[in-house]
């Protein structure tokens, strides 16, 4: 680490607070984009980076969906991985001794398709010190009943209630689907569960067609959009998460969807995110939360403005 970087890592105006959980700055990487750490390591400088959140990781290792698994859209990717990932134990094995290395905070995404598949991945990584945190991400159908956990309310709290019981030192962060109806109910039963934490939006289901071969772009016919296309709904669901249960609850979101620039990351902590994570964008330049953390940093010093944290939830609403 360069002296230069030392030194910015250590501004006081970028430090914010995750429940008790400190971040060199409000930037994380959003899961699924950065794959597990080692992957970005060259063009991405994590020692100046709040937060590195890792790809999904499920009980068992997934090939994933067949190719086409991810197309370009107006404003956005759609994507359909299908959880393609190392599984718990060579995740284990190979993957946590590059992140007790990595200097920055991070936080494993663990998916999963039984409840009992959740609390076994997070028993296991709950014993890791080298990991701040669990973002548990609930897009994912119940085999039991084919619902998604992160759509019914019942099912969530009662999953969230199982996974806090093995999770007793990383901070338990659950991610909202933002394909419900009500997002304020999700949000409640997860705090209801004992979520810490909640970060939010995963992607939005959408499709892709092809008009001249009349078949859909994605193997798997329908999968997630991302990127800018989604940013204005994602806002929407920050501020009505935070407005209604977040704030009340004394509780910290990471807000994320389209994010690529400093104007973005400072609307959606006026909107209630504590933390922003930057996905589609690092597709575009792996840099960017870095960039956009030193932008940050400017905005507040010439604003005058002494701590990042004074910008959450200050959205001046009309009377
Ligand atoms: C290619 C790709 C893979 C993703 N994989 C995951 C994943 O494994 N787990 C998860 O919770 N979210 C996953 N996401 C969702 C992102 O973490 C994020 O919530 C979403 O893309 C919105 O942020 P963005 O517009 O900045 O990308 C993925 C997104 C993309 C684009």
Redesign the pocket.
Known sequence: MSAKSAEKETDPRLTVSLAGVKLRTPLLT????CGYGPEYADVLDYSRLGGF?T??VTLHERPGNEPQ??VEVQA??L?A?G?A?VGLQRFIAEKIPYIREMPTRVFV?V?GYKQEDYVAVCEALDEFDCLAGL?L?V?CPNVSDGLMFGTSPELLRRLIEAVRKVVRRRLLIV?LSPNVTDIAAMARAAIDGGAQVL?????YVGMAINAKTRRPLLANVIG????????PL?LFNVHRVYREVAQRNNIPLIG?????SVTDVIEFMLAGASAV???????VDPALPVKIADALGEYLHSNNIASASELVGKLALPQ
């Open positions: 959003a899961s699924g984009t959140t790809k999904s698994r991810i956005g990717i994507n991985i959880l990932n995404n998916a973002e991400n897009s991610k970060s939010l939006i995963n992607t997630g959009l991302s990127g800018p296309a989604i940013k994602a994320m969807g389209g994010a690529q994570g930057i996905g589609t964008a690092l597709f």
